[in-house]
């Protein structure tokens, strides 16, 4: 028993500079399952309130949807609750091996890999197939597990700026003699809401003979015509090299999460990524839970449709009211306010109004780009919408902030 | 031969800036004001070194001294006159 007064005190010390700097995080307790409305206590110790949730990953309305409810309740009793063990020893059942087919099916690639998460998709990939030989050009704004990952492979690393195709280029030709090069991008970014434009970078991995890694985690099950994902929307099916995605957002939203594309690089996955050789199999109840979503998916687009119709008309109400927007089409629609206080301010006063949306600051976002960042959902209906919208409104108004640009907002509250 | 100040600030400006418009500066904090993080800092490195013909250690190339185009222009002299 080492924790002496000293070393407790270093650890307050450091979580009073984290409190001191703003960037304490609480969590909110809910009440009910995940929907378009929940049930939220905020603060701790203050009455429950049901609000509309415009901040979860819930895209497709699946996380609770009494379809996928059933089925993991048939899995749980035909499969059991835990494996206690990870793959490759005794955690491999049949439906591991049914839900890898059917997304290699439904990304169209050659080959899946289950992982606990896609953070231990991104985490274990890039060590897994890449040695010192290699280099990894990432776009500045991929995702921190993406980030994590880049970390653990010994291979070289460079960036290139966020879209920038010309200064992707520039770094695939000056690494044109490593072995191999692989280029690192979200297909939906998610702090921004928009897409990677993977058909121009396609053609540049083509090009310079590099492979393409894409995450799509903020895309699977809902971009594209029939929801495969940002490939899907930039008709480069089959062109990606790898695509890692997770089943804890559109895809039922439990947990889970894959590497999916070239079967020698699955291969090398399954050999040797340390999330997956070292961490439990999935539990088969989530399994059997994203086997009902694909097979609802593959029938009919009617939710992402609905989520498509969704998006278009709260960007278009937002717009209209005069807030400043990132531009983009998919349901992550970004409320730009650029002061981190105003942000806050904001979120809090939305909650009064009986919206739940989230600000968003330095340093997950760049200083200066401070904003609510707001996610649209299958499960919404028009009337939460405009219910949110008229909150949107009522608080803009009070900050002033409605129809002025963004120099205009910073000169009223800074960066 | 070129100032390296302005050598080192064109660099930054065309390497890290997305808005040609956003004001850089020889003070400018670039890894503790966020314009360049630590992966990127690892092409701006290679670059000194493949321009300056020095080597410049892990240890010296930190976060710090990486911070403003200032510091790194001393780091540079610094190494320039070990040659």
């Known amino acids: ?415 | 031969m070129e100032n390296i100040k302005d050598v080192v600030l064109k660099y930054v400006v065309d390497e890290y800036l997305d808005d040609p418009e956003d004001e850089m500066t020889y003070e400018t904090p670039l890894i503790s004001g966020g314009i360049v993080d630590s992966f990127s800092m690892v092409s701006l490195k290679r670059f000194l070194e493949a321009t300056y013909k020095i080597s410049l250690p892990d240890d010296r190339a930190t976060p710090e001294a990486f911070d403003t185009v200032n510091s790194i222009t001393d780091l540079v002299n610094e190494f320039l006159a070990k040659k």
């Not at chain 1, 083509?206 to 699977?220: G, I, P, R």
């Not at chain 1, 940002?230 to 947990?255: C, P, Q, R, W």
């Not at chain 1, 299958?378 to 919208?389: G, Q, R, S, T, Y």
Request: proline share 3%.
């Open chain 1, 1 to 415: 028993m080492g924790y002496s007064d000293k070393v407790r005190g270093i650890y307050q010390d450091t979580l009073q500079k984290i409190e001191g700097a703003g960037l304490f995080k609480t969590e909110r307790k809910i009440f009910s399952a995940q929907s378009a409305e929940i049930e939220v206590e905020f603060p701790a110790g203050a009455p429950r309130k049901r609000v509309i949730n415009m901040c979860a990953n819930n895209y497709l309305g699946l996380s609770s949807h009494p379809d996928v409810v059933a089925a993991a309740h048939q899995g749980l009793d035909t499969h059991g609750y835990g494996m206690s063990s990870v793959r490759f020893i005794c955690g491999t059942q049949d439906i591991h091996k049914e839900l890898e087919q059917k997304i290699t099916e439904f990304l169209g690639t050659e080959d899946t890999i289950l992982f606990p998460s896609c953070m231990d998709a991104n985490a274990g990939v890039f060590e897994a197939i890449l040695t010192e030989e290699d280099v990894m050009i990432s776009d500045r704004l991929v995702h921190a597990s993406i980030i994590d990952g880049i970390r653990l492979s010994p291979a070289m690393r460079d960036t290139f700026k966020h879209q920038n195709m010309e200064h992707l280029e520039q770094k695939l030709i000056q690494f044109a003699d490593k072995r191999v090069k692989i280029v690192i991008t979200d297909g939906v970014f998610s702090m921004d809401g928009d897409t990677a434009r993977l058909d121009e970078m396609v053609a540049l991995c083509e090009k310079y003979d590099a492979l393409l890694f894409v995450d799509d985690s903020h895309s699977s099950g809902f971009i594209g015509k029939t929801g495969r994902g940002t490939h899907e929307k930039y008709n480069v099916m089959g062109k990606i090299d790898i695509i890692t995605t997770t089943f804890g957002k559109a895809l039922g939203g439990a947990s889970g999460g894959c590497v999916s594309g070239r079967k020698e690089l699955v291969e090398m996955c399954r050999q040797k990524a340390r999330p997956y050789l070292f961490s439990n199999t999935i539990a088969p109840v989530v399994v059997a839970g994203v086997l009902n979503v694909l097979e609802t998916l593959s029938k009919s687009t009617e939710r992402r449709d609905k989520l498509e119709t969704n998006s278009a008309y709260w960007r278009q109400g937002l717009l209209d009211a005069g807030f400043v927007l990132q531009p983009g089409d998919t349901p992550i629609v970004p409320v730009m306010l650029f002061n981190a206080k105003l942000a806050q301010d904001f979120s809090r006063d939305l909650y009064a109004e009986g919206i739940y949306a989230i600000g968003f600051f330095f340093p997950v976002v760049p200083n200066g780009a401070a904003r609510i960042r707001t996610q649209i959902s299958a499960a919404h209906e028009i009337h939460h919408l405009d219910k949110a919208l008229e909150a949107f409104i009522k608080v803009g108004k009070k900050y002033n902030i409605l129809g002025k640009d963004k120099k205009q907002i910073i000169e009223m509250y800074g960066m």
